[in-house]
């Protein structure tokens, strides 16, 4: 991060916000071309004519880079690190909690955003499940790592779109006007059950 002052590249850092709107710029079309998993820092930086280190500099994250080129919340990439941090004990009310704190807070839902959105062909959605696949599913099915894995994972997703559903597109009651207490409760032994029951 020694770039950040040096005298040989003044200009470089001075120009913030054209430089991160290349940044942004540049990784819509690689994500779009390549998809989540095909696309490196380093390929972005080097399109938008930047160090991968300003990337990082403006972005912090590959996962960040992405909820901010396909407009989802910069909240959610940590708040699903935080899921994984304790590993498979009590990991289903740290999804389900983490799901509600992060929708309520936001005043935005992933499903309701991504009917918005400008690419009419589909694009954002299947960015947006191989972002699922890989940094939820993925990590899921790697924590289990038993036969059926993936299928337990699957299961959780279910649970978890479900829930976002029924408490924020159709308001369903009770859902809707539950506690996040309460919901974390109940639902997190239904997602803790997918992942670790018989």
Not at 67 to 84: G, K, R, T
Not at 91 to 102: A, F, K, V, Y
Not at 110 to 120: H, I, N, V, Y
Not at 183 to 191: A, D, H, N, Q
Request: one cysteine or more; a neutral charge.
């Amino acid at each position: 991060m020694a770039e950040h002052s040096s005298p040989a590249r003044p200009g470089r850092w001075r120009t913030g916000a054209e430089s991160k709107q290349r940044i942004l710029d540049t990784a819509r079309a690689l994500f779009g071309e390549h998809g989540y998993g095909g696309t490196t820092v380093r390929a972005i930086a080097a399109g938008a004519g930047v160090d991968p280190a300003m990337v990082f500099y403006f972005f912090g994250t590959k996962q960040s880079l992405f909820a901010a080129a396909i407009e989802m919340s910069a909240q959610v990439p940590p708040a699903l690190e935080s899921i994984f941090t304790g590993g498979l004990d009590g990991i289903g009310e740290r999804m389900i909690r983490t799901l509600l704190e992060n929708m309520d807070a936001s005043g935005r839902t992933p499903l309701a955003l991504l009917t918005r959105s400008p690419q009419a062909d589909g694009q954002t959605e299947t960015l947006l499940r191989e972002y699922i696949d890989r940094e939820i599913t993925g990590r899921l099915a790697a924590l289990l790592n038993g036969p059926d894995a993936a299928f337990r994972a699957g299961m959780v997703n279910v649970q978890l779109l479900g829930l976002a559903v029924a408490r924020y597109l159709v308001r369903i009651e009770p859902i809707a006007s539950s506690s996040v207490d309460e919901l974390v409760s109940r639902f997190g032994p239904l997602v803790q059950h997918c992942l670790t029951g018989p």
